[in-house]
T-cell receptor
Framework: GQSLEQPSEVTAVEGAIVQINCTYQ??????LSWYQQHDGGAPTFLSY????GLEETGRFSSFLSRSDSYGYLLLQELQMKDSASYFC?????????????FGSGTRLLVRP | DSGVTQTPKHLITATGQRVTLRCSPR?????VYWYQQSLDQGLQFLIH???????AKGNILERFSAQQFPDLHSELNLSSLELGDSALYFC???????????????FGEGSRLTVL
């Protein structure tokens, strides 16, 4: 089977740094991406890692280690508007099929 | 605005009924994905269509079916509805299957289904 694990909730203070981890067990792994979803809203794409290492996009960075089946999303200089759910997702490639499978999400609460 | 349009935004119906959810992908996108999100849950992958052909199935119930039409819009049909089918149903599109190499899907605002 396929599984992704991420913490259910994280709390941090405005201006701080927070790291959300994601571990996965899958077959046909192609890459790891991260999405943000505010309550009642649509998921929006944040970042993607196809290769090992760190990808930086503004205040957000994402990391992947294929050998460890592990990745994380790093959010710096936290702002109140960063309070949302964050989902890791794995791209899976089969013979002729493509899937994007999401984790159960991490709810981030940013406190003043 | 992602460019993906879903209708209806809200739908309330009774158990045993059938509903159809509609999705128009972004202009030029050939791939359409459907996801189900129950309250405070993750996004469960249902099905993927590419240029009119089914390409991957997830945990989609037999009571559910989908199609992608020649104009690339897609419909998700839910029948014999049960209380547990109440959820947000998201459609997402990408330019091609290879877009999974970038992990980027564009999501619509969702259709909220309530089964009473």
């Amino acid at each position: 089977g396929q599984s992704l694990e991420q913490p259910s909730e994280v709390t941090a203070v405005e201006g701080a740094i927070v790291q959300i981890n994601c571990t996965y067990q899958t077959s046909g792994f192609y890459g790891l991406s991260w999405y943000q979803q505010h309550d009642g809203g649509a998921p929006t794409f944040l970042s993607y890692n196809g290769l090992d290492g760190l990808e930086e996009t503004g205040r957000f960075s994402s990391f992947l280690s294929r050998s460890d089946s592990y990745g994380y999303l790093l959010l710096q200089e936290l702002q109140m508007k960063d309070s949302a759910s964050y989902f890791c997702a794995v791209s899976l490639r089969g013979d002729s099929s493509y899937k994007l499978i999401f984790g159960s999400g991490t709810r981030l609460l940013v406190r003043p | 605005d992602s460019g993906v349009t879903q209708t209806p935004k809200h739908l309330i119906t009774a158990t045993g009924q059938r509903v159809t959810l509609r999705c128009s992908p972004r202009s030029g996108d050939l791939s359409v994905y459907w996801y189900q999100q129950s309250l405070d849950q993750g996004l469960q992958f249902l099905i993927h269509y590419y240029n009119g052909e089914e390409r991957a199935k997830g945990n989609i119930l037999e009571r559910f079916s989908a199609q992608q039409f020649p104009d690339l819009h897609s419909e998700l049909n839910l029948s014999s509805l049960e209380l547990g089918d109440s959820a947000l149903y998201f459609c997402a599109s990408s330019v091609a299957q290879g877009a999974l190499g970038t992990g980027e899907l564009f999501f619509g605002e969702g259709s909220r289904l309530t089964v009473l």
